[in-house]
Nanobody, 119 residues
């Protein structure tokens, strides 16, 4: 079991920045791929970014490329999402998730943190 806790959400004006954090606990020796997803009201969940625990493979969703940066700190068992040049359409609940090696789907999810970008 892996437990994930997000933090760092809040209210920011358009053009501003926020940094989300996700702390993992439990079976952290088995961490493989960490991802960030978001879901806005009335919309489907959207992939934002992912990073392998090795740090070698990183992916971004098209809507955040060039603005968001995902990173991880092995010593702290944490993954981060630096969000710059925020837009009102980035408003959503942001979720951290973990996917085990060899498993297609993300099986562990945090409770989410709200990000609101005002225009």
């Amino acid at each position: 079991q892996v437990q994930l806790v997000e933090s760092g959400g809040g209210l920011v004006q358009a053009g501003g920045s926020l940094r989300l954090s996700c702390a993992a606990s439990g079976r952290t020796f088995n961490l493989y791929t960490m991802g960030w997803f978001r879901q806005a009201p009335g919309k489907e969940r959207e992939f934002v970014a992912s990073i392998t625990w090795s740090g070698l493979t990183i992916y971004y969703g098209d809507s955040v490329k060039g603005r968001f940066t995902i990173s991880r700190d092995k010593a702290k068992n944490s993954v981060y999402l630096q969000m710059n040049s925020l837009k009102p359409e980035d408003t959503a609940v942001y979720y951290c998730a973990h996917r085990q090696q060899g498993i297609r789907d993300y099986g562990y999810w945090g409770q989410g943190t709200q990000v609101t970008v005002s225009s």
